[in-house]
């Protein structure tokens, strides 16, 4: 998809249907700069708001992607909508995915500290304080590389220098430097380390 020449045909069809990109913004509840990173190619629109900035474009999602009039094709709605709908569920199980992550690693972190802190403070023999830190420990352990693995499954991560989207490999997702799920790692296409940061589906960028 040759994202500036998306970029160029939402601009012409915006100025065709007379709308400023504030107009346009305002319209479909988004800022001025999300339109404005559209028509110059550097993120697309997403697909929750697609069918409803062809509609203001007066143009189909074929055309939108295409980045130019489709005459020969026949508008066919549906298959669009179901395109977007499939998309739009991916999405979404990533999404649920990720929260699920975060559903279960909070509360094991939390009873695994408490275990340790019960360990260390309560009068206990050693050998069951030794047994809870070191179970607290595996426990936190194993649910810290279910977490990851979840992590690594769902969505992609894109490479801040080329802005490749791809799944990196379980290891390089364990072993990599983060900050939430921002990861610091190589990038399989332009072989650059940078943060790459978790987007949820191939396509599109954050609006
Ligand atoms: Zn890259």
Not at 134 to 161: D, N, P
Request: hydrophobic residues 40%; positive net charge.
């Amino acid at each position: 998809m040759d994202q500036i020449k998306v970029g160029r045909f939402i601009a012409a069809c915006r100025k065709e249907q007379g709308m400023t990109q504030a107009n346009l913004a305002e319209t479909l509840g988004i800022s001025d700069r999300a339109v404005s990173k559209w028509e110059t190619g550097k993120s697309m629109p997403d697909s929750g708001i697609m069918l409803k900035l062809c509609e203001l474009l007066r143009i189909n999602v074929n055309e939108l992607l295409s980045g130019e009039r489709i005459m020969a094709e026949s508008y066919d709605k549906r298959a669009e909508e179901n395109l977007l709908e499939m998309r739009r569920q991916i999405e979404n199980k990533n999404r649920q995915l990720l929260r699920t992550e975060y559903l279960i690693s909070f509360p094991t972190v939390l009873a695994g500290l408490f275990m340790c802190f019960v360990a260390a403070y309560a009068e206990l023999p050693v050998w069951i304080r030794i047994a809870m830190i070191a179970f607290a420990l595996a426990m936190i352990l194993t649910v810290g590389f279910i977490s990851v693995g979840i992590e690594q499954k769902a969505g992609y991560y894109e490479c801040q220098k080329c802005r490749d989207r791809h799944i990196p490999t379980c290891w390089q997702t364990n072993l990599a430097m983060h900050i939430g799920r921002t990861r610091y790692m190589k990038c399989p296409k332009c072989g650059q380390r940078s943060w790459q940061k978790k987007v949820l589906s191939k396509e599109d960028a954050e609006v």
